[in-house]
Structure formats: structure tokens, C-alpha cells
């Protein structure tokens, strides 16, 4: 059964720095998205992407994030300056009506 | 904007039991959707409903859509230790739009 991968499956970094997850959504899904968990909390709407461009955006989601469709398969999310409030579990989702969500990223902020 | 409440936050009940989780939305939705996040884990689609006063059943889940369109909720009959996690529901308002996910219910489940 396809699914929604994404690496690295956990990235520790220093406050400032820039980070990129990476996602690898399902082939033949043209809606693709990102959400963040904050630990214990529930799941928050970041961004969602169509036809390579943003569709819609979260208050969330700030000028610290981008989005990129780099290629065919990978869909990324970058922020440039790490706060430590942005240590989160950051999922990736894929669409062609139900969204399936991959593993998600665990992001450490130091 | 949008809030999706969920009530309990917590719950825990001995293997057999039953087990109800409640979802209220501040809006009308046009869809609700259940999802089973394990510890650890990510959100799995579990099912979707649409019309008003939908009843859906999977194996022990049973699903219900509430006729103003307001609130759902997810039954468990008989619980197993495979049914720890914890289940969100979550709205969108059309195909491919952005999911609002309600608050969960934790969900733990003793021998």
C-alpha cells in the first residue's frame, strides 16, 4: 500500500539554525500539506500546497517557514532561524480527498 | 476561526469496556473525520462522514454524524489493548482543504 514518507525521522538542532524536512508524498496525489504536534497537543494546520504553489496558510506559518516542490517527488519545509518553540513532531500529509499523513519528523530545538 | 472541542481529554477503562468519545464543533461542518493516532505515532484515517445523522460502523467502532451537522462521536464496544491512542476528529469545509483537528480523547486501556 503507498504511503507518506518523510526523513529524517528526527533532527536535533541549534536555536537559529536553518532545518529542512523532507517528504515524499504519495505518487499520484496532487494535494499536499503540513502539520505540526506540539508534544501532548493536538494536531495544527501549517500549510497545504496545490498545482506548486501555497493554497492556504496558517497564522503559523510565518516568513521563518518556505515551502518547495524541488522535483517530482520530494515536498520539503524549511525554516530558516529555529526557535524553541518550534521543536514540534512536523507531519507531512498527501491528498487526492483523504488525507494520509506520513510519520512525521521529530524536531529538537536546543 | 473554526474550534473543534473533544470531550474527555482522557480516558481510562479495563479491556471489555466500552469507551465514547464526543466531538462539538463552534460551526456547522460540512464533513467529520476520525483518526487514531497510536503513541508515537501518526494520524491514521480511520473514516469520513457526510450527511446529516450518518451512522457508520467499523468492526467495534461505530461512528455517528449529529443531525445539525455540529458534532460526532465514536463509540468502542468492547475495547481491546489494541485500541490505546489516542482518536481526533477533524473537519474540513471542501476536498483537499485544510483539516482543523478537535483537541483528542486519550484513550488507554488496562487487562
Known amino acids: 500500500e503507498p504511503e507518506v514518507t518523510q526523513t529524517p525521522s528526527h533532527q536535533v538542532t541549534q536555536m537559529g539554525q536553518e532545518v529542512i524536512l523532507r517528504c515524499v508524498p504519495i505518487s499520484n496525489h496532487l494535494y499536499f500539506y503540513w502539520y505540526r504536534q506540539i508534544l501532548g497537543q493536538k494536531v495544527e494546520f501549517l500549510v497545504s500546497f496545490y498545482n506548486n504553489e501555497i493554497s492556504e496558510k496558517s497564522e503559523i506559518f510565518d516568513d521563518q517557514f518556505s515551502v518547495e516542490r524541488p522535483d517530482g517527488s520530494n515536498f520539503t519545509l524549511k525554516i530558516r532561524s529555529t526557535k524553541l518553540e518550534d521543536s514540534a513532531m512536523y507531519f507531512c500529509?498527501?491528498?487526492?480527498?483523504?488525507?494520509?499523513f506520513g510519520p512525521g519528523t521529530r524536531l529538537t530545538v536546543l | 476561526g473554526q474550534q473543534v472541542m473533544q470531550i474527555p481529554q482522557y480516558q481510562h477503562v479495563q479491556e471489555g469496556e466500552d469507551f465514547t468519545t464526543y466531538c462539538n464543533s463552534s460551526t456547522t461542518l460540512s464533513n467529520i473525520q476520525w483518526y487514531k493516532q497510536r503513541p508515537g505515532g501518526h494520524p491514521v484515517f480511520l473514516i469520513q462522514l457526510v450527511k446529516s445523522g450518518e451512522v457508520k460502523k467499523q468492526k467495534r467502532l461505530t461512528f455517528q454524524f449529529g443531525e445539525a451537522k455540529k458534532n460526532s462521536s465514536l463509540h468502542i464496544t468492547a475495547t481491546q489493548t489494541t485500541d490505546v491512542g489516542t482518536y481526533f476528529c477533524?473537519?474540513?469545509?471542501?476536498?483537499?482543504?485544510?483539516?482543523?483537528f478537535g483537541t483528542g480523547t486519550r484513550l488507554q486501556v488496562t487487562l
Open positions: 477533524a473537519a474540513n469545509t471542501g476536498t483537499a482543504s485544510k483539516l482543523t
Open positions: 500529509a498527501s491528498s487526492e480527498g483523504t488525507q494520509y
